[in-house]
Nanobody
Framework: QVQLVESGGGLVQPGGSLRLSCAASGNTFRLYFMAWYRQAPGKQRELVAQITSGGTTTYADFVKGRFTISRDNAKNTVYLQMNSLNTEDTAVYYC?????????WGQGTQVTVSS
């Protein structure tokens, strides 16, 4: 089993930036397929970005050019740099890891974009 702990959420004005972090347990983090999802009130959880063990990244169309996913294997951490935030980015952001044994989720971190 893998433990995931997100941090870095908060309140930001439109046009602002935030960086989310997700710290993972385990000594094989470098092999993990990691992703960020989000869930806005009244909506389904949706994929935001993902990164393979080799560093290949994929983004949802609605964040392309604004968000960047990255990983630091020495720190067992995956990041989501979010720029040019708008009110539609308001959601709880969740870290996810996909292993042969199944998928695991963090507790989520709230991101609120408001003036």
């Amino acid at each position: 089993q893998v433990q995931l702990v997100e941090s870095g959420g908060g309140l930001v004005q439109p046009g602002g930036s935030l960086r989310l972090s997700c710290a993972a347990s385990g000594n094989t983090f470098r092999l993990y397929f990691m992703a960020w999802y989000r869930q806005a009130p009244g909506k389904q959880r949706e994929l935001v970005a993902q990164i393979t063990s080799g560093g290949t990244t994929t983004y949802a169309d609605f964040v392309k050019g604004r968000f960047t996913i990255s990983r630091d294997n020495a720190k067992n951490t995956v990041y989501l740099q979010m720029n040019s935030l708008n009110t539609e980015d308001t959601a709880v952001y969740y870290c996810n890891v996909l292993l042969p044994s199944g998928g695991y989720w963090g507790q989520g971190t709230q991101v609120t974009v408001s003036s």
